[in-house]
């Protein structure tokens, strides 16, 4: 297969990233990184969480984000609305496309949101009932699709399944996420040929973690099986907080050099890019987790 | 292509990664180091360099090395040799494989090992001869093939000229580096097909620095090529003084990783890879460069 020649990066930072680090950071600081995000020419940021702030205490403020940040003509800011209160209040702060969540494992599904996958996706459905009526695009994401903290082995058709219901439910795209950073190539490849049989590949992104370091050699075979849309997270922002090590998304700025070396567009600036992630890890006295970042501080 | 079902580590931290390391480090410590390594089930180990201690200080003391580390049947212990006096050492040593060291820049090869690349493949053929005499097999090194701190871009027809030269000097296998880690997988795959239409793919190793994160991608683009054969260093120790950033030679650990979760067979054992890796890291000081270490560790 021809590999793509453009693919649209997904910027989880202010979102993904930032709900997982340790380091309490201001509304100002949020919407500074995200403008710094929209400077760098990223087309898709998410940007925050409409939960409760007990549960996610970094998530609090978001719809003062949504607020404040710029909102440049054609670019999307999104949000997680993982219920239809979130969902209520992300319109409210006039969020035009929100994300949910749901994961191929029943045992993370459980403990991460209480639940089993079934009933995940069906309190999905009064969310992307009234998304509808609001004229509101909703993603969908799938975790542990490379393997599970509890289960270990995650079969490739248990993703299919739940990537095709999210497809037939109207979410537009659905993202698969390695949320455990344990996938390799090969597996990854499988996963995606197991997924394709049901939903199209234009309509799917991958979600890497690099816990293990493995995060762009996935994205390299995910490339090799045509998709090409993926979400990262500046400076490497993140983690997950059921995985060990320190590493999380995989860092923007690294996918980014591989696809420009490869030639393909994103439309995204390195040295904005780079300048972002210095000013958050600088933010939150983080070392960065971009290889590039490091190598270019020299 | 069909990847490879098994693949040979080449183990360079004893000489590639603890020449680039500031901290110095006593014989012991290496007999240690290349002790555990052999535990681990690594085929070829390169335990050190026969050069002057004035220009390389922490590869002083190879000799006692050799003469020390216990010698396990089957396995290769292999040693740099830059010129004709250190092969004449690193024979009085008990040495049974060296490595000869070319560029494939100019610029590089002037700056680094004071001559051109003809000058440098000259110097080699008294090497070569008198490795014939003695049954000793020369495996060879070219660096910058992807990219030169000073040239910038190497022309892959550049680097299949010399491989095709060290090739037909004898070298039995012949060991392509991206010495400052620029690469990226087409890049990657543009130069293996320009070297293999000289150079039989079997008689190739692929020896990729991670500086910008992209060594793993590389390795699955080489698989991808037909190559079986990767230079990796213990921990990721090492590095290249000449590029910028922290990162230096790929991790064995996470190369291991990546291929053990491919199945593909290296006869190498991951627990005890990772004991003899943050044995060195304690001995050094250091944290480990390896993502599968860290996120191991917790």
């Not at 490379?146 to 079969?155: D, F, I």
């Not at 993140?238 to 060990?244: D, I």
Request: a negative charge; proline letters at 5%.
């Amino acid at each position: 297969m021809t590999l793509p020649t453009h693919v649209r990066l997904i910027e989880v930072g202010p979102r993904d990233g930032l709900q997982n680090e340790a380091m309490p950071i201001s509304v100002a600081d949020k919407v500074h990184l995200v403008d710094a995000l929209t400077d760098a020419g990223l087309g898709y940021i998410e940007v925050g969480s409409f939960v409760s702030p007990k549960w996610v205490p970094q998530m609090a403020g978001s719809a003062e984000v949504f607020a404040r940040i710029q909102h440049k003509p054609g670019v999307v800011y999104g949000a997680l609305a993982p219920n239809l209160r979130g969902f209520e209040d992300a319109v409210a702060a006039g969020v035009k496309e929100v994300a949910v969540f749901a994961a191929a494992s029943e045992a993370f599904s459980q403990r991460n949101i209480n639940c089993s996958i079934s009933e995940s996706l069906a309190r999905f459905v009064p969310i992307i009932e009234a998304a509808q009526q609001h004229g509101i695009s909703v993603r969908g994401y799938v975790s542990c699709v490379l393997g599970c903290p509890y289960e270990g082995n995650v079969p490739p058709q248990q993703v299919a399944a739940v990537a095709k219901e999210l497809y037939a439910m109207d979410c537009y795209e659905v993202s698969l996420g390695d949320t455990i950073g344990t996938g390799t190539p090969n597996a990854t490849r499988a996963m995606f040929e197991a997924v394709t049989a049901h939903v199209p590949r234009e309509k799917l992104a991958g979600h890497f973690h690099d816990t293990y370091g493995q995060a762009l050699v996935n994205i390299y075979a995910s490339l090799q099986e045509g998709i090409a849309v993926f979400d990262s997270s500046i400076a490497g922002l993140g983690g997950c907080p059921y995985a060990k090590g320190a590493s999380g998304n995989v860092a923007t700025e690294d996918v980014l050099y591989m696809l420009q070396g490869m030639g393909i567009e994103t439309g995204v600036d390195m040295d904005k890019l780079l300048l972002a992630g210095q000013h958050i890890c600088n933010v939150l006295g983080r070392v960065t987790g971009s290889r590039v970042a490091k190598a270019r501080q020299g």
